[in-house]
């Protein structure tokens, strides 16, 4: 009786065939990793925009009971100064009994931080200003406040004409719609411009990256804003003004003389 052979031929692949294969998945990865990286950024902002309306609630709440004026941090229980002096120097800096009212709304360390840049979230930015006596007691936060006393000891250009003093506008500037209370952080670096890292000012150690939240690359992506009357919406950078705009224009930022630009 006559068998059928056996093929001598090997059923594993050859180099070339492996090789085909690796490249088709290099290929594929190389598809689908940047969309990976936009969906992580979409769910990033959209934390980041929860935090925001976590602020909106309790300035609703606390103005609610306050004639509709939003906490003014250069008196009373925000700071320990005598002399009309808000808590901190730049403008994340915030009074640790702000930050404590928000967290008694419902709020926590979380809401005080974007998540694009989680590293910002640590123990030396929020027990910063804690033993600060001559600007405390007060928290580094990943957030820009337009309250009144924000940034008021920072020098350089004030952030004054910026701040917000209730829920409901006032008469002759922007309505309660268009008017940010609290914003992403856009920050430039005053002597090297970097958005990405701003070394050549302040006290935290090497190892926080004092950054703007939201990045494409380099440069600012945007940034969500919440607004007098509580809404939050994100903001495109090409759509802000912002200090390379002409100087014709007005801008929409604030700092420098040794600390940072601000921009929203």
């Known amino acids: 009786m006559l068998y059928p052979r056996r093929s001598t031929q090997s059923s594993a692949f050859t180099l070339i065939e492996l090789l085909v294969v690796i490249a088709i998945i290099a290929i594929l990865a190389a598809m689908l990793l940047p969309a990976l990286a936009k969906a992580k950024e979409s769910g990033r902002r959209a934390s980041c925009k929860n935090n925001l309306h976590q602020q909106g609630i309790a300035f609703q709440i606390y103005s609610s009971e306050n004639n509709n004026l939003l906490p003014d941090l250069r008196y009373g229980a925000y700071t320990t100064s005598t002399t009309g002096q808000a808590s901190g120097r730049w403008a994340w800096d915030m009074s640790t009994y702000l930050t404590s009212m928000i967290i008694s709304d419902g709020g926590s360390q979380n809401t005080f931080y974007c998540p694009s840049n989680p590293d910002f979230n ?3 930015t929020w027990t910063f ?79 926080v990256v004092q950054r703007t ?29 912002h200090k390379v705009a002409a100087a014709s224009v007005a801008n929409n930022y604030f700092g420098g003389g040794g600390v940072p630009y601000f921009v929203f």
């Not at 009144?148 to 004409?161: D, I, K, Q, R």
Request: hydrophobic content about 35%; some cysteine; charged content about 10%.
């Open 122 to 124: 640590c123990d030396d």
């Open 213 to 241: 939240s939201h990045l494409n690359g380099s440069t600012p992506a945007g940034g969500s804003e919440l607004y007098e009357d509580a809404h939050v919406e994100w903001v495109q950078y090409n759509s802000m003004f």
């Open 129 to 207: 200003g804690i033993t600060q006596p001559a600007n405390g007691p007060f928290r580094i936060t990943g957030y820009v406040w337009l309250l009144p006393g924000a940034g008021m000891n920072a020098g350089g250009t004030s952030e004054m004409p910026y701040w917000k003093t209730n829920v409901l506008g006032v008469i002759g500037q922007l309505p309660a719609a268009s008017a940010q209370v609290s914003v992403d952080i856009i920050v430039q670096d005053p002597t090297t411009h970097s958005y990405a890292a701003v070394t050549t000012v302040g006290g935290l150690p090497a190892s």
